[in-house]
């Protein structure tokens, strides 16, 4: 059965039936409609913007954006970000669609944390980027109608949504906090943690084994 | 006659006397002579790890990867990286190059400072950044020989490195200090430069302009 949620369609074949159940198994009701909402923000986006999206690798991108913060698909020894790339990518390829393709994906979950470089890629790249931004960081709701803002928030509600997914990238990357270094990550680690030391860029220069 | 430095054939062709032009008259000699390294020593460890780039891409990767630290050269506000990148691909194109080599040069630079995302990439782009970690971070120096890295500092000496490259940093980001955010460049100009707040991801969130 056809999906549509706010004029954006679900697309109706097998592969997206099986992210959006691998995901379903996975996430909590907080990831799930979180990343729902980005594929649809991201969709509504790329649309307003022109951009010809290729809508499965769009979905998948935005369905296995945060898999990394779960306890079946998140690691303790790579940046979170990774962990959803290289299970998004294993799961095109099972699934034939090209190498191209998956790279396109995993590079859409590795930068979405990553300032500006996505906006300048593949548009199934800046899709997820575009959809995080609206839903984690409300950058430019005013691009998306309010009819379009109650259809998404209807089907995928976001109760306390600040607070617990904050609290989700707390608990995914507290037991490897190395992995947070040089990105928006540590930030959240140093909010929970009082005694978080954030590593420091110039301190790793400094301390580095060169002696000048 | 091509040159040979601590075992690494330095390509010439019409791109790289390019790169070493713009190089030359865009940038410091502190920054030239790291880009020269980085070229040597991303080359080296590859070899190690036995990858294989193209000579001739990593070479304008690894001269072209700070030229975004260096204003004016783009009215656009966007991260160094992504102004650097934005130098090379225009180079590459300008040189022949193919939109696909253009591409893995724009990411190499636009990548080179985010943690633990191009060493998973291509051969290029992750030996920029394996150059990059060994002369800026010092990463990897013990896996070379003491004379491989010695005839390479001789030939670029890096002189008050450290304390120039930071310098370099504090200059190259005077008139864009927002697009630090979320980036290790956040961590030098928090210690540098007076009055600078460093923006959080928690307080991005938080703040929003979503209700909850």
Redesign the interface.
Known sequence: MQEIIADIEVPDTSLVRKATALVRAAADDLLFDHSRRVFLWGSLKSRKRGLDLDPELAYVGAMFHDLGLTATYGTRT??F??DGAETARSFLLERGRSAADAEKVWLAI??H?????PH?LAPEVAVVTLGVETD????E?DQITPAERAAVLAAHP??????R??RAFNDAMKDRPG?T?????D??L??FDPDFART???D???A???P? | MSTTIAGVEVPETAATAAATAFALEHTSQLIYDHSRRVFLFGSLRAAQLGLRPDPELLYVASLMHDTGLFTPYSREIQRFEVDGADHARALLLQNGFDTTAADVVWKAIALHTSPGIPSRMGPEIAATTYGVLLDALGIGLDDLDAAVVDEVVATHPRGDFKKGFLQAFVDGLADRPDTAYGTINADVLARFVPGYQRGSMVDRVLGSAWVA
């Open positions: 790579r940046r970000e990774i590795a930068l944390t990553t300032p500006e470089v300048a984690v960081l409300g950058l709701l976001r109760p306390d949504f600040k607070n997914i904050l992995t270094f040089g990105t928006m990550n930030d959240v140093a909010h420091d860029f110039v790793v220069i400094r580095n084994a060169w000048e």
